[in-house]
């Protein structure tokens, strides 16, 4: 059993910052990437940002240069770092990691957490 849990999101004006948290927790064995996906009402969920295990970083055309993910230093925690901040980026953010728990990698979800700016 593997658990994802977001925090952070919020209601921030446009040009603002926010930090989001993923912390993963459970039988984990090793964690092959971590993603933050966002959606938008009527929108399709969007890829944000992905780290990989070897901290390599992906990040989608939209948000490049205005968001961070990176590692934190409590194990299995991920923080997306969201400055800049434009109405547009208002939705739902989900943490989603690949996740190894014996033999094989699934995906994993947390329960999404609203990220809200004001224009």
């Known amino acids: 059993q593997v658990q994802l849990v977001e925090s952070g999101g919020g209601l921030v004006q446009a040009g603002g910052s926010l930090r989001l948290s993923c912390a993963a927790s459970?039988?984990?064995?090793?964690?092959?990437?971590m993603s933050w996906y966002r959606q938008a009402p009527g929108k399709q969920r969007e890829l944000v940002a992905t780290?990989?295990?070897?901290?390599?970083?992906n990040y989608a055309d939209s948000v490049k240069g205005r968001f961070t993910l990176s590692r934190g230093n409590a194990k299995n925690t991920v923080y997306l770092f969201m400055n800049r901040l434009k109405p547009e980026d208002t939705a739902v953010y989900y943490c989603?990691?690949?996740?190894?728990?014996?033999?094989?990698?699934?995906?994993?979800w947390g329960q999404g957490t609203q990220v809200t700016v004001s224009s």
């Open positions: 780290i990989t295990s070897d901290g390599s970083t």
């Open positions: 989603r990691g690949v996740i190894f728990t014996t033999g094989s990698a699934f995906p994993y």
């Open positions: 459970g039988s984990i064995f090793s964690i092959n990437s």
